[in-house]
C-alpha cells in the first residue's frame, strides 16, 4: 500500500535529537562546572546558569523526551549524569507544580548543585568499589555541610541553593543527616530534589549497586508510612514518571 508520512512525526524525532544533543552537552558541562569547583574552590555560576537555562527550555517544551533521557546512564561519568538527572527531574516536578520562569531555573540551578560539597570528599572515598566502612560514610556524610559552605561562598548562586545542598538528606520526621539539624519543615525544593536524589541513585548501576526496579524505589520513598517523604509529591513524582 501507499505510506504517507506525517510532519508532525518528523518535526517530533528532530526534536528528541536536538534534546538528546542537548542531555549530552549538559552532562559534559557539568563536568566542567564539578572540576572548576574542585580546583578553584567554587563552582563557575554562569556556566551553570547556562546549563540550567538550556535544561529549564527542554522541560517546558518536551518535558516527556527529557525524562525519559535521563534514564539512559553513562556509568563512567555518574556523577555528572546524577548532577543533570536530578536537576531535570526536580525542575520536571516544579514545573507540574505550576513553578515557572525564574524560581523554576533558580530550583533546578540548587539541584544541580546539591552534591557539589563531594568535590571536598577523598577520592577513595568517593570512588570506593565497595561498601563504606561506618568510618567512611562519616566522611561522606560531610558532603551536605561542605556543599553549603562552598555555595555560600560563590558569588551570583540562587541563595536557595546552600539550603538545599545542606537539607536535601534530611527527612520530614526528622531523619537522615545532618544529625542533629532541626526543621520544622523542609523547604519545596529540598523535598522535589529528595525524591530526584533518591530515585536516580537508585535506578543507576554502579560497581557496587544494581540498579533496583521502580516498584523497590517507590517502596524506599513510601517507607515509614509515608512520614520521611511528602506523599502528595511522590505520588505526583510517579505520576510524573508514568510509574
Known amino acids: 500500500g501507499r505510506i504517507k508520512t506525517d510532519e508532525t512525526t518528523e518535526q517530533s524525532a528532530a526534536d528528541i535529537a536536538t534534546i538528546r544533543r542537548m542531555y549530552s552537552d549538559a552532562t559534559n558541562l557539568a563536568g566542567s562546572v564539578w572540576e572548576m569547583a574542585k580546583t578553584e574552590g567554587t563552582p563557575d555560576p554562569k556556566a551553570a546558569r547556562a546549563l540550567v537555562d538550556s535544561l529549564a527550555q527542554a522541560v517546558s517544551a518536551n518535558r516527556t523526551a527529557l525524562i525519559a533521557l535521563t534514564a539512559l546512564k553513562n556509568y563512567d561519568n555518574y556523577t555528572f549524569t546524577h548532577m543533570v538527572n536530578v536537576s531535570v527531574l526536580t525542575m520536571s516536578q516544579a514545573r507540574a507544580l505550576g513553578i515557572d520562569g525564574t524560581p523554576l531555573r533558580e ?93 536516580d541513585a537508585m535506578r543507576s548501576q554502579r560497581s557496587y549497586q544494581q540498579a533496583f526496579p521502580s516498584d523497590r524505589i517507590l517502596e524506599v520513598l513510601k517507607r515509614n508510612d509515608g512520614h520521611q517523604f511528602d506523599q502528595n509529591l511522590v505520588r505526583r513524582f510517579t505520576q510524573l514518571l508514568g510509574i
Open 107 to 199: 530550583l533546578g540551578l540548587a539541584a544541580l548543585m546539591h552534591d557539589i560539597g563531594k568535590v571536598r570528599t577523598p577520592t577513595e572515598v568517593l570512588n570506593k568499589p565497595d561498601k563504606l566502612t561506618d568510618a567512611e560514610f562519616e566522611i561522606m556524610r560531610m558532603h551536605v555541610v561542605d556543599g553549603a559552605e562552598i555555595l555560600r561562598r560563590t558569588p551570583e548562586i540562587t541563595p536557595v541553593a546552600p539550603v538545599i545542598a545542606f537539607e536535601h538528606h534530611l527527612r520530614l520526621d526528622g531523619t537522615g543527616y545532618p544529625f542533629g539539624a532541626k526543621r520544622g519543615t523542609l523547604n519545596i525544593g529540598t523535598q522535589l530534589c529528595g525524591i530526584a536524589d533518591v530515585y
